[in-house]
């Protein structure tokens, strides 16, 4: 095999496609073109790489960047964009999490434990990869990938808190509304 | 947490990380549960974006192994041209090929410059006893007095000087000393009249190749004319 063909790169796509969007928002707002220059990469590629999930992580990691600082020299570009800022996630009422919320709890990450998660969760990386990707060690990303869920269960559990006030709150509203 | 919810693609995607207390567990398998926004990319477009136009690509491929056959065919070519012409050159010009000349080649290289004619026309001149024999009977005298400048100034007269011959050179010899010296040679020399061979030396001066009167060739000519044919003999 010399290169990857179209098939081998839509499994691609269907499988860790919306991961590694995901990922590359972490520093652009425009991560399809992050990914879409990638997976062309990719298919230049000759012979492709041993681990394609991995590689693809790596090469959307370094489009992300070069497109932030795009967007950084672009301002009003940038300011745009962010008006048409699309949703993290498909919103599933049978998930415990609202999208958006989740999308602003991994906001308030610090940026290497917000990669680590995305890489692992929705990347499935292992702790290796990862350590490869952030240019760390395995263990290092292991400790970081435990103190980023430490991280989000507290923020998860003060929005459940705060939902369950809020709800508290507007039985107490009605019950007196009546 | 329900692991049924997981992808249908990758049946690994609800694998839990090793390790982490019962607390991280949960909250990783209820991030596992929320899904990345989709992507929506056309392979067609991807794939011209990595080769465009791909036929001309192959075009290209193409007519570039063509232009390398056919200069590896003219190469091939050249090089069957050399060899077969070195063989030849090798069988005609062989070690052996000095024995292959001709005898006509041969002969020419032996030919001898000297003028054969001249030679052959003074044998039968009837000078061999001077001031004995006559011209033939059928010569007129003015062509026997021509007949006598002529050899006198030329091809006798550049004999004697042991000058050879050649084309082109200026005959012109005293004129004064004709017939007899003329006789004096050929008695002298012991050369056979009628075989006049190519290896003859005769001693010349080169003070014979210049003209000690002032006499003209005309005024020669019409001296000689104007005497009997036993003064010119």
Known sequence: ?178 | MNKNNASPIDPERDSESPGLPEQLAKVERQLKKAQPSPVDLDIHVLEQAAFPNPRRQANNGVSRRRRYRSAGYLVASWVCGVAVGALAMFLVRGPDAEKKISPVATAKHEESPEPREERAILAEFPVANAGKETAPSNWNAKEAAILALTMSKGVLGYEQGGVELRAGMYLFPEAGESLERMASIRQSSNVDDNEPTATESFQMPARGLAPKSETTREQLMREMLGGSKDVIL
């Open chain 1, 1 to 178: 095999m010399k290169q990857i063909d179209g098939e081998q790169l839509q499994r691609l796509i269907d499988g860790h496609g919306a991961a590694l969007v995901l990922y590359a928002r972490q520093w652009c707002r425009v991560a399809e073109d992050a990914l879409q220059e990638a997976l062309i990469d990719l298919l230049r590629q000759a012979p492709p790489p041993d681990r394609p999930v991995a590689w693809l992580f790596h090469t959307v990691r370094r489009r992300a960047m070069n497109l932030a600082r795009g967007e950084r020299r672009r301002q009003e570009h940038q300011r745009r964009a962010g008006r048409q800022r699309e949703a993290w996630f498909v919103m599933d009422p049978d998930a415990g999490l609202d999208s958006e919320e989740l999308a602003s709890m991994l906001h308030q990450l610090p940026a290497l434990e917000r990669e680590v998660v995305v890489a692992r969760i929705w990347g499935e990386l292992s702790f290796e990869e990862i350590g490869q990707l952030t240019s760390t060690s395995s263990s290092a990303a292991h400790r970081r990938y435990r103190k980023a869920l430490a991280l989000l269960g507290e923020m998860i559990s003060r929005e459940e808190d705060s939902d369950g006030n809020h709800e508290q709150e507007q039985r107490v509203a009605d019950r007196s509304g009546t």
